[in-house]
């Protein structure tokens, strides 16, 4: 069966082929541009017919056959509130431009560049450059973490509902030592005073410097039997919708970085089902441009109101198990321990 050709940059551990697979869109060929090593370690350990092009600024554009997908999540440090608030200056988010003219150049029919949350004039540069609106998306609808992402694409994103899943559904049992927190750890948290933060339902958003956030914070911390840990790396793949030990054969560090990078798998896999509309999910791309042209009004429907609002961890959810009312019971009589130790 014929299938589509898509083009990934900023590939990272290909999620987005991970979802294009989950969505059970056809992919001809699978190009990526990715440059750091044990992202693509993953990528290919996962899916060995990866075309690897290297870095973005130097793909040779004229060798590729038409590009129907073109998709991407540039460096987002210098647009994120996170981060030191930089702009389009900042190099990374230089990269950006990079999408915009490639965009230009392959014109291929679908595209998507996602992002995180920013000033609204950054966003607003995007949107112009893309002639789309951009849709928010909270991973939190689609999975056991909160991840608020903002897309632009002109694939008709169809409605979704909250699937629910909460984090208790993900945790591991029997997990091992290594990622309980030593006494020694404990000790470096109250000399500094580092800020402890408990997720409840939801997971906080995973970053890239996943338990190396060192003094500031120490998020995503849970209780594991009374005894404080962090998320196992098969947990992070969990959180973020992908299949267990995906990313098995680096470091866990380098698990942990790969992953806060990546996308929410079952977020973009609901994006590319929109690229069906109603076609049967195995076939190829319905022909909505004859010239197979970008076209900025192409297709793109209008934007879905998300069923429910994003988790909101400061604001107890009615529906709360009994076995999550236990456990934050359990993580406050904690916090008031550790503040009567101060
Ligand atoms: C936000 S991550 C995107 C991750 C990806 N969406 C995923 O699901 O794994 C950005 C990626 O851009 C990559 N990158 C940075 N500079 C690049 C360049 N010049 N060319 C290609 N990729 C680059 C980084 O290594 C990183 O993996």
């Known amino acids: 069966m014929e299938g589509i050709n898509v083009l990934s940059l900023f590939d990272g551990i290909s999620c987005g082929q991970v979802a294009l697979e989950r969505a059970k869109v056809c992919v001809n060929n699978y190009f990526a541009s990715e440059i750091e090593p044990n992202a693509i370690k993953i990528t290919q350990k996962n899916y060995p017919n990866t075309i690897q092009l290297g870095d973005v600024t130097k793909l ?139 997720p409840r339902d939801k997971a906080f958003t995973i970053p890239a410097q996943f338990w190396k956030q060192g003094k500031q914070e120490c998020r995503n911390l849970i209780l594991d039997n009374g005894a404080w840990r962090r998320f196992t790396p098969i947990e992070v793949e969990k959180i973020h919708t992908l299949s267990d030990n995906y990313t098995e054969g680096i470091s866990d560090t380098q698990r942990y970085a790969t992953c806060g990078n990546g996308w929410t798998v079952e977020v973009i896999a609901h994006i590319f089902k929109g690229l069906f509309n109603s076609s049967p999910i195995t076939s190829t791309l319905p022909n909505g441009n004859p010239n197979g042209e970008f076209n900025k009004g192409l297709e793109v429907s209008a934007t879905p109101t998300p069923k429910s609002n994003p988790t909101d961890l400061t604001s107890p959810n009615p529906n709360i198990k009994e076995q999550e009312k236990e456990t934050n019971k359990a993580i406050r009589n904690k916090i008031k321990e550790l503040e009567k130790e101060k």
């Open 60 to 198: 040779n554009l004229s060798e590729l056959p038409k590009i129907d997908l073109l998709i991407g999540g540039s460096p987002c440090q210098g647009f994120s509130f996170a981060g030191k608030q930089l702009n389009f200056n900042d190099e990374r988010s230089k990269l950006f431009f990079e999408f915009v003219k490639i965009l230009r150049e392959l014109k291929p029919k679908y595209f998507l560049l996602e992002n995180v949350k920013m000033k609204q004039e950054y966003q607003d540069i995007i949107t112009k450059e893309l002639g789309v609106e951009p849709i928010q998306i909270n991973s939190s609808d689609f999975s056991a973490g909160l991840r608020p992402r903002i897309y632009w694409t002109n694939i008709p994103i169809l409605e979704w509902k909250d699937k629910g899943i909460k984090l208790l559904d993900i945790l591991e049992s029997n997990v091992e030592e290594k990622y309980f927190i030593s006494e020694k750890k404990k000790a470096f948290i109250k000399r500094h005073k580092v800020k402890l933060q408990f």
